[in-house]
Every structure is written in C-alpha cells, then in structure tokens.
C-alpha cells in the first residue's frame, strides 16, 4: 500500500505562485513514477504532468513553460511549483503513483488539494 498525502493549494491571484507538495509513505520501494493530475468543475480528471524513477518528465502543453515538477528522494516527496497562473487552473489537484506490481501496475492517489485562480 502507498499512502499520498498532498499540500499547498490554496487561492491566488491571476499570475500569481503556488507550490504543491505530495509525501507518499508505505511500500514505497515499488514507486515506479508519480504525477500530478486535475480535475476542474465539469470535466474529466487530466494529466498535468508525470514524472518517472529515471527522472523523465511528461507536461501537458497547458502548462509547459509554467509549471515545474521536482522530487526529493530522500523526503518521499514531489512537488509541482506553479508560476503564471491562470483562472482556467483552477481545479482539484490529484497527485498520484504508479506502483509496479508482479501482475502489472496499480494507481494510488491523495485526496486532492483545491487551487482556485481568480481573474
């Protein structure tokens, strides 16, 4: 089991800053990869971006240039550093890992941390 807890969201101001954080605790030797995603009023939950063990990073092209995920082994954390933002950011922010298991893989996520954005 991989337990994902999530902070920082929060309201601010159109172009404005916010910084999410994830602490995932549990098996977490079986992490393969973990990411962001979003779920705004309405639509269906979205990628924002993913990152993988090796490093390698997946952003979705609404939020090149602006977002900015990081990850600190040694806490069991990843961040997503948000600049520029937008009202249309504003959403549910899920983070999420991917754990390797022996039939494939399995999907955990946090509760979600609510960012509003206003014009």
Request: net charge neutral; charged share 15%.
């Amino acid at each position: 089991q991989v337990q994902l807890v999530e902070s920082g969201g929060g309201l601010v101001q159109a172009g404005g800053s916010l910084r999410l954080s994830c602490a995932a605790s549990g098996t977490i030797v079986s992490i393969i990869g973990m990411g962001w995603y979003r779920e705004a009023p309405g639509k269906q939950r979205e990628l924002v971006v993913s990152i993988t063990n090796g490093g390698s990073t997946n952003y979705a092209d609404s939020v090149k240039g602006r977002f900015t995920i990081s990850r600190d082994n040694a806490k069991n954390t990843v961040y997503l550093q948000m600049n520029s933002l937008r009202p249309e950011d504003t959403a549910v922010y899920y983070c999420n890992a991917v754990v390797g298991r022996y039939y494939g893989v399995d999907d955990y996520w946090g509760q979600g941390t609510q960012v509003t954005v206003s014009s």
